[in-house]
């Protein structure tokens, strides 16, 4: 099975749409900075959850990998997946390894732990969210209403907005009876996946122009590891862009749709910002002059 691991298996097939999956199944990753505000030694605690959670979740899939083609076998792995996605059901790739190992009982056990699972993860973007916009409400770029916490200093104006978001988001998924998997999920997954990786270029570009703004910190920090980190992921977000129908399992237009929703976000963002900014520089100036 070492085979099915080494460069040649690796690049074989379609290397770019299996990196653009890998890079889906890791976003997230980057939420620990959101939750610094909330730790004792945010420079260290940070910095080490980030890595931490990186090297356990690629060590987790690798693993997952192994099993699934010692399961299938490694000239048979590929055909099985195919089946699976052409089936309109690509559980059964996982559950039917599971059933063939562990017997009949653990179809129904695996499906309770998808459906937990996914609540889980849902549960954690959700905590996530709410972070961001009381950060960016904290930095006056959202209205300050929404920075406000409750007693247990939870940002709890922020995940009043995150729900009703939310529930209007799903909404109409549930009125028109769409498939809440391959539409509601696929679809703003696949969208999540190419904002946050124009998100995770914007950050890296940012850091090479703070420190060029203002010098000081380690050449690898500041500058080396961020643009390199901008030109691989502009390279990633190409591979999105391109393959996003696959991405999302949808159509052209549909994905033409919600990519469109990435660079809009971007500008009201912008103009929001530079609004906000000569605001600011305004009223400073009145207050100097009065």
């Not at 699976?84 to 190992?101: H, K, P, Q, R």
């Not at 380690?218 to 190409?238: D, E, F, H, S």
């Not at 399992?249 to 990435?262: F, I, M, P, Q, R």
Request: glycine share 8%; net charge neutral; aromatic share 10%.
């Amino acid at each position: 099975m070492a085979s099915s691991f080494s460069p040649a298996a690796v690049m074989s097939g379609a290397p770019g749409v299996a990196l653009m999956f890998a890079v889906a199944s890791m976003f997230g990753f980057e939420s620990t900075a959101i939750y610094s505000g909330e730790a004792k030694d945010p420079r260290r605690t940070v910095a080490r959850a980030t890595y931490l959670s990186v090297g356990v979740i690629a060590l987790f899939f690798s693993f997952v990998s192994w099993m699934f083609i010692s399961f299938y076998g490694a000239d048979a792995a590929v055909a099985a997946a195919e089946e699976a996605v052409v089936s309109g059901d690509s559980t059964v790739f996982v559950f039917n390894a599971l059933v063939g190992i562990l017997g009949a009982w653990s179809g129904p056990v695996a499906g309770v732990l998808l459906v937990t699972s996914l609540f889980a993860g849902i549960l954690a973007f959700h905590n996530g969210i709410n972070r961001y916009i009381h950060a960016l409400a904290t930095q006056r770029s959202l209205p300050c209403a929404l920075a406000r916490t409750n007693r247990q200093s939870a940002p709890h104006a922020a995940a009043w907005v995150q729900s009703i978001l939310a529930v209007l988001i799903i909404l109409p998924f549930v009125v028109w009876g769409l498939d809440p998997v391959l539409t509601l999920f696929s679809w703003f997954s696949g969208l999540a996946v190419a904002a946050l990786v124009t998100l995770y270029i914007l950050c890296s570009i940012a850091v090479i122009t703070y420190s060029v703004r203002h010098p000081g910190g380690g050449t690898w920090q500041t500058r080396v590891a961020p643009a390199a980190a901008a030109v691989l992921l502009i390279g990633v977000l190409a591979l999105v862009v391109t393959n996003f129908t696959s991405l999302i399992g949808g159509d052209v237009t549909t994905a033409v749709a919600l990519l469109a929703v990435v660079p809009i976000a971007f500008i009201i963002g912008f103009a929001t910002e530079r609004h906000r900014s000569t605001t600011d520089i305004s009223t400073t100036s009145d207050k100097e002059t009065s």
